[in-house]
């Protein structure tokens, strides 16, 4: 399986971007995509994910502001509005398989937000 990511860029402070990313190879269509961050000198944290039913988790910090969802088993995206400089990191695609909890990582996708 592998994860392919779309949409980082340089963004004003109050702008949007959208991520894309597309899941290749034998996936179970069971299974938890979603997004997560890491900024310099922190740990990644999540971002959202969403269940291939339809069941989202959002970190508290984007509630509001972001929206993920999902077109398929395979695909995922995250609209970013009112984007702020604290979301300044590298986003990274991640899908889980429910029924192994095996888990898979796309390369980042650096996103940078100026004040």
């Known amino acids: 399986v592998q994860l392919q990511a779309f949409g980082g860029g340089l963004v004003q402070a109050g702008g949007s971007l959208r991520l894309s990313c597309a899941a290749s190879g034998s996936i179970f269509s069971n299974n938890i995509m979603g997004w997560y961050r890491q900024a310099p000198g922190k740990q990644r944290e999540l971002v959202a994910t969403?269940?291939?039913?339809?069941?989202t988790v959002y970190a508290d910090s984007v509630k509001g502001r972001f929206t993920i969802s999902r077109d398929n088993s395979k695909n995922v995206y995250l609209q970013m509005n009112s984007l702020k400089p604290e979301d300044t990191a590298v986003y990274s695609c991640h899908l889980m398989v429910t029924s192994t909890f095996v888990r898979y990582w796309g390369q980042g996708t650096q996103v940078t937000v100026s004040s």
């Open positions: 969403m269940t291939s039913r339809g069941i």
